[in-house]
């Protein structure tokens, strides 16, 4: 759960030795991600279970290298 007041938090941190900057973008619910994007392009993820609400995701890091730049790369991750 993140609280809408955290919309927009972004952190800054390395994937693959390249800078990525990880955005959040949070809806009503504020639990379940819907949707995960880098650079602009739509990652495909699979959703774990969980009983109570969306479960997490994960994502193909193959996925992600493919798409990462050498610089100013931007993960956006929406929260339900």
């Known amino acids: 759960m993140i609280p809408k007041a955290l ?3 972004a ?3 390395a994937l693959d030795g390249r ?3 990880v955005v959040y973008r949070v809806g009503a619910a504020g639990a379940g991600p819907v949707a995960v994007e ?3 392009s ?3 993820f699979e959703r774990e279970a969980n009983a109570y609400r969306p479960g ?3 994502v193909s890091m193959a996925a992600v290298v493919e798409r ?3 610089r ?3 993960l956006v991750i929406t929260i339900g």
């Open 19 to 21: 800078p990525v900057r």
């Open 38 to 40: 880098l650079n602009g």
């Open 68 to 70: 990462l730049k050498p």
């Open 72 to 74: 100013d790369n931007e």
């Open 11 to 13: 952190v800054d941190v």
């Open 56 to 58: 997490a995701v994960s």
């Open 42 to 44: 739509v990652l495909r």
């Open 7 to 9: 919309d927009g938090l």
